[in-house]
């Protein structure tokens, strides 16, 4: 019975929904395979003339979902007449599904061009029974080839096993420029898939909590959905294996990334009781930090110096690291007073204006400057004028680019940063990509084919060609929370949303349109949505109309 069930306490909290394949991409050795197209029942029967695809031994078929999905495909079969009786009475055959997140991965193999299953199996090989519907892959992916190995066979159907979290929309970005619009919801989309039972960076890999990965996607999480559990779950996920006398995932700059996102979760939910419950653990952590600026203003760790890939085994890794500790110990200092901390405070701040800026160097990396202004450590008008405006599209990567558009939007270079996400992350989009990668690099688009064809002769391979360290070629995540950050900027920045108050009470609202006619959309608040329109008139005066709920001071900028 099922009440007497023991029901573990974690609770699954996704849906699953079939999503059908919109086309064949390519095929071998197969028949009929435009009847898998069709929405026909995923259940095997007996007798009858079904519509069927036949797949014979040695064939494949490559299906192309039309957008990244997180799950698996789920097959139904029947048996090949022509194998015979005996045939379908011996040991189970098996049947190949490759996963791609291009059509490149999907031709793929394990060994070639770094494709791994590492986090998740993207090449698998499982037996089947004749007359049966089964499931294969928990992956990312949105193409799929599938292949006959031992023996032929004819196939029902072919859909998508999508895994979602069925939440609503509640933010909005509307503009005159329809790239941006459909940017913002890529933006929404990327991090909406990797809400499964947790936060995690990539769904395809490495579907897991990395704490420092889990801000920018916040950030677009407020900006899209509100509050949402997945983000307390992992934060206390981590919190809860690391004491605070180590470091989170292993590095220093993401327990620095704890504190800050404590900061905004509370600024945007105004929940009070979860802050209470992680005092302990934010006092202890910024007693630490404290620590981490010697009485000559310098900062004094040496180890896990890790802040972003671009600066990674650089000597700016350090200062990047040091603003993250600066950010929060602002933060902190906030949170303490918050919290009846007076003392701590105090320590936070005195460390905090004790840091010695002269001796952060960054020299050009755009990441690391960009960290330095959105930190308060630099000024954000001279780090725009002399690294971020500077060959703009170069240089920049897609976690710390998000701000990168901060810190040029903090400088009143909003129009700047509006062009390097229509060029940059626009490019992706260009590619044929529905969700934003793990990384992207504008020299990699020359002379390369979009990860919805086959690559031709002559062309390069923009998936299978590039990468850098640890996600090189198809190892790359292209489904990445952390390259969301376009959305939560166009909301804040553009159409103007500051929150100002604990749970959102109060908000500011200070739009810049650039280049822009108008721009309207909807905020997400615990008191409900705030609608915001604004729009140009003839004179280029931007004339605003704010709805807000009951609860909601709007405070214009």
């Known amino acids: 019975m099922i009440k007497d069930m023991k029901f573990s306490s974690e609770k699954n909290s996704l849906t699953v929904k079939y999503i059908m394949p919109v086309r064949i991409i390519k ?48 097959v139904t079969v029947r048996y090949l007449k022509e194998n015979g009786e005996e045939e379908r009475k011996s040991p189970n055959p098996s049947i190949r599904a490759v996963f791609g997140e291009s059509v490149a991965e999907a031709m793929g193999a394990r060994g070639e061009k770094n494709f791994v299953n590492d986090h998740s199996m993207r090449d698998v090989t499982r037996e089947y029974g004749f007359m049966s519907t089964f499931r294969i892959g928990q992956t990312g992916f949105r193409f799929v080839r599938l292949e006959a190995c031992d023996t032929g066979v004819e196939i029902l159907s072919v859909k998508g096993a999508f895994e979602y979290r069925d939440i609503p929309y509640i933010g909005e970005f509307h503009c005159s420029d329809k790239r941006l619009e459909k940017i913002w919801n890529v933006g929404a989309y990327t991090v909406h898939l990797n809400m499964q039972d947790y936060l995690w960076d990539g769904i395809k890999r490495d579907r897991m909590v990395w704490i420092g990965d889990m801000h920018p996607e916040m950030l677009t999480i407020f900006s899209v ?47 009070a009781a979860y ?37 990674k085994d650089t000597p700016y890794a350090k200062t990047g690291v040091a603003a993250t500790a600066a950010l929060a110990l602002k933060n902190g200092a906030e949170l303490a007073r918050i919290l009846k901390n007076d003392a701590l405070a105090e320590k936070c701040e005195e460390a905090y204006g004790r840091i010695d800026r002269g001796k952060l160097k960054y020299d050009g990396n755009k990441q690391v400057a960009a960290l330095l202004a959105v930190s308060g450590l630099e000024s954000a008008e001279k780090i725009n004028k002399d690294v971020l405006s500077n060959d703009p599209l170069r240089g920049i990567s897609t976690f710390i680019g998000g701000y990168v558009l901060q810190a040029r939007a903090e400088a009143g270079d909003t129009k700047g940063a509006i062009d390097v996400i229509r060029k940059y992350w626009g490019a992706m989009l260009d590619l044929g990509a529905t969700t934003f990668w793990e990384d992207f690099d504008l020299d990699w688009t020359e002379n390369a084919t979009p990860i919805d064809e086959p690559v031709p002769e002559g062309k390069k391979d923009i ?40 749970g959102c009470r109060k908000l500011l609202i200070r739009p810049c349109l650039g280049d822009l006619d108008y721009v309207r959309g909807k905020y997400p608040t615990p008191y409900g949505a705030v609608t915001i329109e604004h729009k140009k008139d003839k004179d280029g005066k931007i004339i605003t109309a704010v709805d807000a709920p009951k609860g909601v001071e709007i405070i214009s900028g």
């Not at 950050?485 to 604990?502: D, E, M, Q, R």
Request: aromatic letters at 14%; hydrophobic letters at 35%.
């Open 225 to 271: 959905f509100g509050k949402n559990e997945c983000v307390t779950k992992s934060m206390d996920l981590v919190r809860d294996i690391t004491p605070y006398t180590d470091w989170m995932n292993g590095h220093l700059s993401y327990s620095m990334w704890w504190v800050t996102l404590q900061h905004d979760w509370y600024f945007q939910t105004g929940d």
């Open 275 to 311: 802050l209470e419950e992680n005092k302990d653990y934010l006092f202890g952590l910024l007693e630490r930090t404290v620590l981490l600026i010697d009485e000559n203003g310098d900062f004094k760790c040496d180890d896990c110096m890790f802040v972003d890939w671009s600066s």
């Open 27 to 74: 095929c071998e050795n197969a028949e009929n395979v435009e009847v898998l197209l069709k929405d026909l029942p995923a259940q095997a029967i007996r007798g009858g003339e079904p519509e069927v695809a036949v797949l014979h031994k040695g064939g494949h078929i490559i299906f192309d979902f039309g957008t990244e999905l997180a799950g698996g495909i789920t």
């Open 463 to 502: 998936h299978g060609d590039n990468g850098r360290f640890c996600y090189k070629q198809f190892r790359h995540s292209l489904c990445h929370g952390w390259a969301s950050s376009p959305t939560w900027f166009l909301s804040k920045y553009v159409l103007g949303v500051s929150v100002k108050g604990p």
